[in-house]
């Protein structure tokens, strides 16, 4: 059993947060926070297919040029080659999942 609290953890970006619930050597599912109004880098993977699964908050994410709002038990697949950055643009904290197969670290291209 895993959870938050016993997770490896690391920061990222602006006082941006992530805990590895699996990390694989095939996918990963990593708890993400992110504080607000906060953004990541707009960036492709060249082999990692993503999905992004909200648990609080709300979500702008651009995928490849296409803005999207994700709320609270929405998710959203991103394909490999796909340019897209996630955005917190509210004034509560983001909470959200990231499935990643395979594992994306290293498989980033920043844009």
């Known amino acids: 059993m895993i959870d938050k609290a016993k ?3 690391y920061t990222w970006g602006q006082d941006c947060e992530g805990w590895y619930l699996v990390k694989g050597a095939t996918f990963t599912v990593i708890q993400e926070r992110m504080p607000p109004n906060t953004s990541e880098t707009r ?3 060249r082999q990692s297919r993503q999905f992004f699964f909200i648990l609080s908050g709300m979500a702008t ?4 040029g ?19 950055q996630i955005m917190n643009q509210t004034d509560e904290d983001l909470e ?9 670290h290293g498989d980033r291209i920043n844009l």
């Not at 994410?61 to 490849?64: K, S, V």
């Not at 296409?66 to 959203?76: D, R, T, Y």
């Not at 959200?96 to 594992?103: D, K, N, R, T």
């Open 7 to 9: 997770a490896e953890h």
């Open 43 to 45: 960036h492709v993977h």
């Open 61 to 64: 994410l651009d995928i490849n």
């Open 66 to 84: 296409e803005i999207e709002q994700l709320h609270p038990h929405q998710g959203v697949e991103i394909p490999p080659q796909t340019p897209h």
């Open 96 to 104: 959200f999942l990231v499935i990643s197969c395979p594992p994306s």
